[in-house]
């Protein structure tokens, strides 16, 4: 049972920073640009939350910068591709080279600037963003360990994948990001300003992206510096997102089975089933790849990407 | 009877003006932008060039702010890429090198694109067609050479080939959005890697090192110029292609197909055939890459045998305007970043991400800039004028 409870909590760990990096691509993608950088935008919150938190110490300032580094990263994608209409593909991919470029060589500069060749979070930071600890709830037998034991990222990531449902699903706004995503033009001749809301939703979306790279920098890496500490989340988040059939509130049950594919390798015994490790880590492409053709094959416009995703609009030129 | 139709017709004008009166206030509330974007005049290809070449200038600008952040002198640093690159006729063959596997699939991805299938998986198809080439260097390295070598060359394209085919089929048969679907076969093609180096293809003398062993010298490629004959192939490849895409049947089919596949449809041709065959060459090309560089550089098939060129090489292909000489033109400006940047690690302390940032604020320039050969900027109209 402990066994069991230790990897249901582990699970959920493993899956809150994909979940982050899921909601900012669907925001992105429910607008119609197939954003690329998830990578880049989490490294980029990667280095910037975890900047904070070193220098400011101040555990809210380390959220926030993580926020806005990756809203930075996203405002260039958006001005490169809403206004100059550039192949979203071309910039997405060069947002992730330049972000992990970006974050790998900031730490290594910091690094080099450091008393000791470290960079470690202080405790006291590290202590807010840590385990949450409820007088009584958190001491429960079974619920207590499963619902009241995580760090505040975990919370933060359910709160924000229901908030993200609710905007596109019941806002006005949000129906009207929807259209944008399946047919610009229809949407424009509708009244809907497009340009402003494709903007709002990558800026948006980059910075959820981007605390996802703090929950990588700073609890995954346990508050030391490490470079490459996103090392791929947000490709899988790129898959998630086909995963959860573009739906936020999908991506929280889909980011914790993505989590236990990642951590599976650890906690099934090898004299049960003989699978290499190379085959949990392919699982979560194996299984989006296997979604993508039987949703294709079922031909269901509900649970496939929208319409105008990832072809830039002109309005010169319906 | 007739009164309710009288009532209907009053019902109907009255909305009807009422629909004028909104639209009044709409125009008059919902003026032309301040500034818009507007389609521009083709223009003439010195000027396409001259604009191109300005946004350059531009980007090594942008690149040089950069730096100057740093607190280091641009020009020192653009400079010592530079002599990074060139300064020896070793840092010329490692350039080159470098050159290798980024041309060759660049043109490999470029082919993919001209039809307006967006393949993003050369990265997947690089590893597949080094796997497979992997498969003779490692139990049949004792072969002549003669033999041996065009083998794995041709195990390479068939590898790539397969790993473009399989998205190919299913976009013929389902329509399933290739995009996505090659982003995922890289990660599958990736991992098979590891489960490759972790079981059946463990080298047994590496003393629990994770790794596939050595190739035997018989396998690796031979040099030519101090550089593996890689660059012969990338060459002639380059050449091949200006002329399939320029001047062959089958190229003309390709660029229709791209342009509307229901015209294609419509002129006879056998859009899923070409599809088909057009993705086995493309990704059969990237697998190319995949056997040279594991063949020719790294002499083993080492994780990082792809290493990102597969996603470079969509950068490059696009930037190039999918032609085979530009493709040629900026794969080499990337290899001298790339090459020159890991100079100034040694010489100044810098980095070497600093090559993927300044690579990164380069190419956002450049594609910003893009955006000028086929649009301007208009002002709106004074007042009064009428547009």
């Known amino acids: ?318 | 009877m007739k009164c309710s139709q009288s009532l209907k017709y009053t019902d109907a004008q009255q909305s009807q003006q009422a629909a004028v009166s909104i639209m009044d206030i709409k125009a008059s509330e919902r003026k032309e932008p301040l500034i818009r974007i507007v389609k521009r005049n083709e223009l003439s290809r010195t000027q396409v060039l001259a604009l191109r070449l300005s946004s350059a200038v531009m980007a090594v600008a942008a690149g040089g702010l950069f730096i100057l952040m740093l607190g280091f002198n641009p020009f020192m640093i653009y400079a010592s890429i530079v002599s990074g690159a060139f300064r020896s006729s070793v840092a010329l063959q490692a350039t080159i090198k470098i050159m290798i596997p980024l041309l060759i699939s660049s043109l490999g991805v470029s082919l993919a694109f001209k039809m307006k299938f967006w393949n993003i998986g050369a990265e997947g198809q690089i590893i597949a067609g080094a796997i497979f080439a992997s498969y003779f260097a490692l139990y049949h390295g004792l072969w002549p050479r003669q033999a041996l070598i065009p083998a794995m060359l041709a195990a390479g394209i068939v590898g790539g080939g397969i790993w473009g085919l399989i998205p190919a089929i299913f976009k013929n048969k389902f329509n399933t959005n290739e995009t996505l679907f090659t982003l995922m076969l890289n990660y599958i093609a990736l991992n098979l890697i590891v489960f490759l180096r972790d079981g059946p293809w463990a080298d047994p003398e590496s003393g629990g090192f994770p790794k596939i062993a050595r190739f035997v010298p018989n396998v690796q490629l031979p040099k030519l110029f101090g550089v593996q004959i890689g660059w012969i192939f990338a060459l002639a490849l380059a050449v091949f292609l200006h002329v399939y895409m320029k001047r062959s049947k089958h190229g003309y089919e390709i660029s229709v197909v791209g342009e509307s596949a229901s015209t294609a449809e419509y002129a006879g041709m056998n859009v899923r055939w070409i599809v088909l065959r057009t993705m086995f060459l493309s990704g059969g090309i990237c697998g190319a890459a995949g056997m040279i560089q594991a063949a020719g550089s790294d002499y083993t098939l080492a994780q990082s045998v792809a290493g990102g060129v597969g996603f470079t090489a969509i950068i490059v292909a696009w930037l190039a305007d999918l032609s085979p000489l530009g493709i040629f033109i900026v794969s080499f400006l990337f290899s001298v970043l790339s090459k020159g940047c890991s100079v100034m690690q040694s010489t100044y302390g810098i980095s070497t991400y600093s090559s993927n940032v300044l690579q990164g604020v380069i190419l956002f320039f450049v594609l910003g800039c893009e955006f000028f050969i086929r649009h301007r900027f208009a002002l709106r109209a004074p007042e009064g004028e009428a547009h």
């Not at chain 1, 494709?198 to 800026?203: A, S, T």
């Not at chain 1, 790849?289 to 496939?304: G, T, Y």
Request: charged share 10%.
């Open chain 1, 1 to 318: 049972m402990d066994y069991f409870l230790s990897f249901i909590a582990a699970v959920i760990l493993a899956g809150t920073p994909i979940l982050f990096g899921t909601v900012g691509e669907i925001i992105n993608e429910k607008a119609g640009n197939l954003n690329l950088g998830v990578e880049g935008m989490m490294a980029l919150g990667a280095c910037a939350g975890f900047m904070a938190g070193y220098l400011l110490g101040n555990p809210a300032l380390a959220i926030a910068a993580s926020f806005l580094a990756g809203a930075a990263g996203a405002l260039i994608y958006a001005v490169l591709t809403v206004t100059f209409m550039a192949n979203q593909t071309v910039v997405g991919l060069t947002l992730t080279i330049f972000g992990v470029g970006f974050s790998n060589f900031t730490g290594e500069y910091m690094l080099t600037h450091s008393a000791n060749n470290t960079l470690k979070i202080p405790e006291n930071v590290m202590r807010a963003l840590g385990g949450l600890n409820i007088q009584g709830l958190s001491a429960l037998p079974i619920a207590g360990k499963i619902l009241f034991s995580y760090n505040i990222f975990v919370y933060l990531g359910i709160a924000v994948a229901i908030i993200a449902g609710y905007y596109l699903k019941r806002t006005k706004i949000g129906l009207s990001v929807r259209a944008i995503g399946e047919n610009p033009a229809a949407a424009d001749a509708a009244g809907i300003k497009v340009a402003p809301l494709k903007y709002l939703n990558i800026v948006v979306g980059g910075g959820i992206c981007g605390i996802g790279g703090a929950y990588a920098s700073i609890i995954t890496c346990g508050g030391v510096w490490m470079s490459n500490s996103v090392n791929g989340l947000g490709w899988i988040a790129v898959a998630l997102v086909i995963f959860a059939s573009w739906n936020p509130i999908k991506a929280i049950l889909g980011s914790y089975v993505f989590g236990a594919f990642s951590i599976l390798k650890y906690y099934v015994p090898k004299s049960y089933i003989p699978a290499p490790n190379a085959f949990y880590d392919m699982l979560p492409f194996l299984v989006t790849a296997l979604i993508l053709v039987i949703a294709s094959i079922r031909d269901s416009k509900e649970n496939s990407q929208p319409a105008g995703c990832g072809i830039n609009y002109f309005r010169e030129e319906r």
